[in-house]
């Protein structure tokens, strides 16, 4: 990985908008690094506890509630990236009478209906996919 960073941009600044370049040699190309993960955000996900007036209270929700599952690529220099009308996530509702449930092969089909758009944006670079290890 030390080898590959050396020839990664490097994104400095309060705001990470000062782009340094690698200083390549003869032959070497750019270096990106695309990251997956996936993200489930439930409708009742919020604070169990809460301070209330003396005598009062409120009915909390039993479970999380529905969810959503965003599922997508970034890199450094995009973030979320899209060309085209197309974008790097995707969403997921999760459960029996929704979407069914994410498996590899939703995975492998949205890398794959990415990876042209992965070329276009990074022309001429090493790309490297890194995913975690949830499924």
Not at 6 to 33: C, H, I, Q, T, W
Request: charged residues 25%.
């Amino acid at each position: 990985m030390l080898a590959v960073e050396k020839r990664m941009k490097v994104y400095s600044g309060e705001n990470m908008d000062n782009e340094v370049m690698p200083a390549l040699a003869e032959g070497d190309k750019e270096a990106v690094f695309i990251v997956h993960d996936e993200s489930n955000l439930y409708c009742c996900e919020g604070q169990r506890m809460m301070w209330m007036e003396d005598g009062k209270s409120k009915i909390l929700p039993k479970t999380k509630g529905t969810s959503i599952m965003v599922s997508g690529f970034i890199c450094a220099c995009h973030g979320f990236m899209e060309l085209d009308g197309q974008r790097s996530f995707d969403t997921f509702e999760a459960g029996v009478a929704r979407d069914g449930w994410f498996t590899n092969k939703h995975l492998v089909a949205q890398f794959e209906s990415n990876v042209e758009m992965f070329k276009a944006l990074h022309p001429n670079c090493e790309i490297i996919i890194c995913f975690d290890n949830s499924m």
